[in-house]
Every structure is written in structure tokens, then in C-alpha cells.
């Protein structure tokens, strides 16, 4: 059929080609999911939404797809699809879904006390992992990144006695309010999906775009910045990579006007068993790891340097007995801190990275060479075992070119014919993940499935 030219999106696809996809790939899910429809609509009946956690419904998909079981880089459907998942909870299961160490480790925990407001003697075995790994001598928890990242946003404000937070546009750093400010024509505008904010976010956040050493610089000048909470690669609008030498003088930059850097390792930990930092030899005061590092059990930690250590403990001690707006009761429980001991020692390891990284590598190649076959302007760039491809053909340098070049209706039909043809990727963008499970007949079905769609549709 010949495709009309002003019928092209700049992704290269054919709108009308893409909703007659869509429209065929609704009905095929539908076909193929009896018993998730019943599930989902035995849910709605009692679940807000539908769904436990209302993100489930982000997917796009007409009714949630329900989930029997996951075990390794596989997941089991209601329906007795096998998927091979590369969304992998968004990263919560890098290390496989249930992975035996970890799960070994809850049954022998659980045995013993799931929770009790006191330590054992893991909490000292895996702050020295963390140690060892990441590069900072003293570490603290919480249950998510997002708590995480709120504490620490809270020791640095306290320990520098600043009110300033600086980010970089387009970032995410979880549910932490002060992070959802956007640069909008060069001007920072609180994020309008933001729900029941009261407060001007604006008074005490600034945001400049990733790789603009000038406007760091600029942001920085006035010295009232706590600190700069960053991911040393951006991830979470698509992805966009630090050019040569940003980080090296950013860091520099920092420092100089005596705020903090705290990276947020959550996703970039793919990088290896040291994050990014460690594999990149950036120094940052901070950092902040999650989703994976429980081996998919809700955990999170976060590293100081010394000198910041002492600050924040300063802090601390000047500060009146009573509430310190810092921690959750459940966290660092007896399971989660059993969690962590088992991840950290037996899969956070460069044995575990190096195939990981040797497939996602893999992945990136095959997918390149579909996309040239099929001429679309799109680009793949890998950090470690992620992997992600976008619709430009020059990757972006920062997040408002990030933003540009997503396509929501694209990338929904894209998720969508996938998730028909059992292979299953993050739900937000296009991010793909390798876990020590996947195998190389895994990666050969999810470029064969983006041939077929690309086929099929431009
Ligand atoms: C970089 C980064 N930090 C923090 C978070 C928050 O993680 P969680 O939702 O587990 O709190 C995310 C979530 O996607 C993230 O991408």
C-alpha cells in the first residue's frame, strides 16, 4: 500500500499503518487472555483503578495482564503464555525474579523474625559489601529509592545548611516531590501531572539540562545548593549518556561551589557490581541504590564519604531530640537486610555482570542491524546490561531532546505487538534489561518480534 508522505511521523512510522496495528493488536490480546480478563475484572470490583498500584494500568494493554508466576528471566501468565521478560520489574528483578540466594535466604530468615526496630549481625556484613562495591565508607537504609533519595535530599540540606536542590531536566529520582520541576523554554515549571502539591516547588529546586556545563555553572553560582542529585547516565526519559568529559568537570564544578553530589545509582547499577561510578571512576559525597539490590524484596541504601559523614552526624547531634524526618519503621527490617546480604554477596559480583553485559551487547547489535535494515531513524545505546532504543537517529543530549523524540502512541503499539508475541518490555520508553537468566534465544525473540513489527507497520 502506498503510504501517503505527510501520513510519516518523524519516527519513521506510518500513523495510519499504526492505528490499523493497534486496533488488530487489541483485539489479538484480548483473544489470547480469557483468564486475565476475568482476573482483571474480578479486581475492578474492590481495586481503585482496577489494579493494586494504579502504574499497573501504564502498561496500555485493555485489561491488566495477570501474572501466575516469574522465575528467572521468565514470566508465566494466567493464561500459560511464557514471556520472556526484559522489563524485569523495572530493573526490582536485574538479578532474575527470585533469585535462589535471595530466596534461599528469606526462608532461613523468615524463621527466625521477619521485623523488630533491632539489628542483627547483617547490618554490619552489608554495609561492608556496600562498602567494598561502591566505594563510600559509611551507609544508611530505606524500603525504596524513592525514601532513599528523600532522606538524603533531607541529611544534605541539613548538613550544608542550603535549601537548594539542583537536577537535570527530564530526570526522575522516584515520588521525591522536589525533583518534578521542568525546564519549559528555558524556564523551570513545576510538573502539571503533579497531584495535591501545595507548595512552589520552584523556591527550592533548579533544573538545568544534562551536559550544559554552563547553566551547572550559572545554577551553582549564587552557593545556596545543597546539593546536585543526579543519575550519572540518564535513564529515565529514554535514555541520555554524559558526553566526554561532563562528569569530570561537572564534578569539579560541584565542588567548587561547595555543594554535594549525590548520585542515584538505581538504575545505573547495570553498569556493574560498582555502579557507574565505580566502572567510570566518578567521585560523588553520595549515592543511592534500590530496586535491585533486595534482589527484588523492597530495599534500598545510601552511601556518605567521611567528610560528608561527619557532617551529616553533626547535624544530627545540634539537632533537637524528636522526630528527624528521616526513616520508616519497617526499614532495614531483619527479611530486607537478609535480602540485601544474599544479593550483594552472591550476585553483585563481575562473574554475575560480565555475561550480562556480553548479551545486552548482543542485544544492541541485533538491534541496530534490523533497524538499518529497515532504514528508521532510531538509536540503541547500552549501559551495562540496559539497553534502550530511540526514535532519533542522533542519541540526544539531554532531556528536552529526550523528550522530543518519544512517540506514546508508537511505543504502546511497539509494547503491545511484543507483549502478543510473549516477549515483554518496560511499559515507560523502551527499555530493555538483561538478567543472568537470559538466555541468547531470548534476545534473538525480541529482535525478531521488533523485525516483525517494524515490517508490519512502516
Ligand atoms: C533513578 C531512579 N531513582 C529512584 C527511583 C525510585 O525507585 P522506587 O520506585 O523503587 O522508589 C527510580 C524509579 O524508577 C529511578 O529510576
Given at each position: 500500500m502506498?503510504?501517503?508522505i505527510?501520513?510519516?511521523r518523524p519516527?519513521?512510522?506510518?500513523t495510519?499503518a499504526?492505528?490499523?496495528?493497534?486496533?488488530?493488536e487489541?483485539?489479538?490480546?484480548i483473544?489470547?487472555?480469557?483468564?486475565?480478563?476475568?482476573?482483571?475484572?474480578?479486581?475492578a470490583?474492590?481495586?481503585?483503578f482496577g489494579?493494586p498500584?494504579?502504574?499497573?494500568?501504564?502498561w496500555?494493554t485493555p485489561?491488566?495482564l495477570q501474572?501466575a508466576?516469574?522465575q528467572g528471566?521468565q514470566l508465566l501468565?494466567?493464561?500459560g503464555h511464557?514471556l520472556a521478560d526484559?522489563c524485569?520489574?523495572d530493573?526490582?528483578?536485574?538479578?532474575?525474579?527470585?533469585?535462589?540466594a535471595v530466596?534461599?535466604?528469606?526462608?532461613r530468615?523468615?524463621?527466625l523474625?521477619?521485623?523488630?526496630m533491632?539489628?542483627?549481625e547483617?547490618g554490619a556484613?552489608?554495609a561492608?559489601l556496600l562498602?567494598?562495591?561502591f566505594?563510600l565508607p559509611l551507609w544508611?537504609?530505606?524500603?525504596?529509592?524513592?525514601d532513599?533519595?528523600r532522606?538524603?535530599?533531607?541529611?544534605?540540606r541539613a548538613a550544608?545548611g542550603?535549601?537548594?536542590?539542583?537536577v537535570?531536566?527530564g530526570c526522575?529520582?522516584g515520588?521525591?516531590?522536589?525533583?518534578f520541576?521542568?525546564?519549559?523554554?528555558g524556564?523551570?515549571?513545576?510538573r502539571n501531572s503533579l497531584l495535591?502539591?501545595v507548595?512552589?516547588?520552584?523556591?527550592t529546586?533548579?533544573v538545568v539540562e544534562?551536559?550544559?556545563?554552563?547553566?551547572l555553572e550559572?545554577?551553582?553560582?549564587?552557593?545556596?545548593?545543597a546539593?546536585?542529585?543526579a543519575?550519572?547516565?540518564?535513564t529515565?526519559?529514554?535514555?541520555?549518556l554524559?558526553q566526554d568529559?561532563f562528569?569530570?568537570?561537572a564534578?569539579a564544578?560541584?565542588?567548587k561551589?561547595?555543594a554535594m553530589?549525590?548520585l542515584?545509582?538505581t538504575?545505573?547499577i547495570?553498569?556493574?557490581?560498582?555502579?557507574?561510578?565505580?566502572?567510570?571512576?566518578?567521585?560523588?559525597?553520595?549515592?543511592?541504590?534500590?530496586?535491585?539490590?533486595?534482589?527484588g524484596?523492597p530495599?534500598a541504601?545510601?552511601?556518605?564519604s567521611a567528610?560528608?559523614?561527619?557532617r551529616?552526624?553533626?547535624?544530627?547531634?545540634s539537632a533537637?531530640?524528636?522526630?528527624?524526618?528521616?526513616?520508616?519503621?519497617l526499614?532495614?527490617?531483619l527479611?530486607?537486610?537478609?535480602?540485601?546480604?544474599a544479593t550483594?554477596?552472591?550476585l553483585?559480583?563481575?562473574?554475575?555482570?560480565?555475561?550480562?553485559?556480553?548479551l545486552a551487547?548482543?542485544?544492541?547489535?541485533?538491534l541496530r542491524a534490523?533497524?538499518l535494515r529497515?532504514?528508521m531513524?532510531?538509536?540503541?545505546?547500552?549501559?551495562?546490561a540496559r539497553v534502550?532504543?530511540?526514535?532519533?537517529a542522533?542519541p540526544?543530549?539531554?532531556?528536552t531532546?529526550?523528550?522530543?523524540?518519544m512517540?506514546a502512541?508508537?511505543e504502546?503499539?511497539?509494547h503491545?505487538y511484543?507483549?502478543n508475541r510473549?516477549?515483554?518490555?518496560t511499559?515507560f520508553?523502551n527499555m530493555?534489561l538483561i538478567c543472568?537468566?537470559t538466555?541468547?534465544n531470548?534476545v534473538a525473540?525480541l529482535?525478531?518480534?521488533?523485525?516483525?513489527f517494524?515490517?508490519?507497520c512502516v
Amino acid at each position: 500500500m502506498h503510504t501517503p508522505i505527510t501520513d510519516l511521523r518523524p519516527s519513521g512510522v506510518s500513523t495510519a499503518a499504526l492505528h490499523a496495528l493497534l486496533a488488530r493488536e487489541r483485539t489479538l490480546y484480548i483473544q489470547r487472555n480469557p483468564t486475565s480478563q476475568a482476573q482483571a475484572a474480578h479486581a475492578a470490583e474492590h481495586l481503585l483503578f482496577g489494579v493494586p498500584l494504579h502504574w499497573m494500568n501504564d502498561w496500555g494493554t485493555p485489561f491488566a495482564l495477570q501474572v501466575a508466576s516469574a522465575q528467572g528471566a521468565q514470566l508465566l501468565d494466567a493464561d500459560g503464555h511464557r514471556l520472556a521478560d526484559f522489563c524485569l520489574g523495572d530493573t526490582g528483578a536485574m538479578f532474575g525474579h527470585a533469585p535462589p540466594a535471595v530466596t534461599a535466604a528469606l526462608r532461613r530468615q523468615a524463621a527466625l523474625g521477619l521485623t523488630t526496630m533491632l539489628p542483627n549481625e547483617d547490618g554490619a556484613v552489608v554495609a561492608e559489601l556496600l562498602a567494598q562495591r561502591f566505594g563510600l565508607p559509611l551507609w544508611q537504609f530505606a524500603m525504596t529509592a524513592t525514601d532513599a533519595n528523600r532522606f538524603v535530599l533531607r541529611w544534605m540540606r541539613a548538613a550544608t545548611g542550603r535549601p537548594v536542590l539542583l537536577v537535570f531536566n527530564g530526570c526522575y529520582h522516584g515520588t521525591v516531590d522536589d525533583v518534578f520541576v521542568d525546564l519549559v523554554d528555558g524556564v523551570a515549571v513545576q510538573r502539571n501531572s503533579l497531584l495535591g502539591q501545595v507548595h512552589d516547588l520552584t523556591e527550592t529546586t533548579r533544573v538545568v539540562e544534562f551536559n550544559d556545563l554552563a547553566a551547572l555553572e550559572a545554577a551553582l553560582a549564587p552557593g545556596d545548593v545543597a546539593c546536585v542529585l543526579a543519575e550519572p547516565v540518564m535513564t529515565n526519559i529514554g535514555m541520555v549518556l554524559p558526553q566526554d568529559g561532563f562528569w569530570s568537570q561537572a564534578q569539579a564544578l560541584i565542588k567548587k561551589s561547595g555543594a554535594m553530589l549525590v548520585l542515584d545509582e538505581t538504575h545505573t547499577i547495570s553498569s556493574g557490581p560498582g555502579g557507574y561510578a565505580q566502572a567510570h571512576g566518578l567521585q560523588a559525597d553520595a549515592v543511592v541504590l534500590g530496586k535491585p539490590l533486595g534482589g527484588g524484596m523492597p530495599c534500598a541504601a545510601y552511601g556518605f564519604s567521611a567528610e560528608l559523614a561527619e557532617r551529616v552526624v553533626a547535624a544530627k547531634r545540634s539537632a533537637p531530640p524528636g522526630h528527624s524526618g528521616i526513616g520508616t519503621t519497617l526499614t532495614a527490617n531483619l527479611l530486607a537486610m537478609a535480602a540485601m546480604r544474599a544479593t550483594l554477596s552472591e550476585l553483585v559480583t563481575p562473574a554475575t555482570f560480565a555475561p550480562m553485559h556480553a548479551l545486552a551487547a548482543q542485544l544492541s547489535n541485533g538491534l541496530r542491524a534490523v533497524l538499518l535494515r529497515h532504514t528508521m531513524p532510531w538509536c540503541v545505546t547500552q549501559v551495562g546490561a540496559r539497553v534502550e532504543f530511540q526514535f532519533c537517529a542522533v542519541p540526544p543530549v539531554n532531556g528536552t531532546q529526550a523528550g522530543q523524540a518519544m512517540d506514546a502512541e508508537l511505543e504502546h503499539a511497539l509494547h503491545l505487538y511484543l507483549l502478543n508475541r510473549e516477549v515483554l518490555i518496560t511499559p515507560f520508553h523502551n527499555m530493555m534489561l538483561i538478567c543472568p537468566d537470559t538466555t541468547a534465544n531470548d534476545v534473538a525473540r525480541l529482535v525478531a518480534a521488533i523485525d516483525g513489527f517494524l515490517t508490519d507497520c512502516v
